[in-house]
């Protein structure tokens, strides 16, 4: 029997469309703006152990008591031109996870410093963050996350939530 796993969920949004067909005027972090559940707007992977039915906005994860799931984001131009953050979760009453906390942990990565084919590299201290939970208990429910789109130039620019769902066998 192994113990308990991590689930890294990554979930990536396409931030162009989401501000081209939700426009982000009146949204605020407190009256964020739903995006429906679809693959044009949002997209969450997974392991393929950890997928119940397949991926996508509407990702429904599959975890075991004692496992902990962690959630990051990205945009479809991985943050070239938009930057995702989540900044708040909803669950049910059901306390099938533990409340969801945000963490922001030093991380070295690596970039490549040769010419193409050259593996030379250099690494970078960066603060990085993600979401985390524990798994509680057995059961099903639907929770929502708010996200916040960000331009490259650090401005604000919507604020929105989907809900995806989490199973617990």
Known sequence: MSGP????????FN????????PPQGTTPENPKTVSADDKYIYMMVKQAN??????????????????????ETSFSFDA???????KYVGTDDNLISPP??????SNLPYLTGQAGDPAFKSQTVTGHYWTADVLKKGRE?????????????????????DPALTIK
Do not use: C, K, M
Not at 5 to 12: D, R, S, V
């Open 101 to 106: 906390h945000h963490l922001t942990p030093d």
């Open 5 to 12: 796993e991590i689930i890294n969920a990554l979930i990536a």
């Open 51 to 72: 997928i119940i039915g397949s991926s996508g906005a509407n990702l429904n994860l599959q975890a075991e008591v004692g496992d902990v799931i962690r959630w990051r």
């Open 142 to 162: 639907n929770y929502h996350f708010s996200f916040e789109i960000i331009n490259r130039e650090g401005r604000a620019l919507g604020y929105y939530s989907w």
């Open 81 to 87: 031109n938009y930057s995702v953050l989540l900044y």
């Open 15 to 22: 931030a162009d469309d989401i501000l081209t067909d939700y």
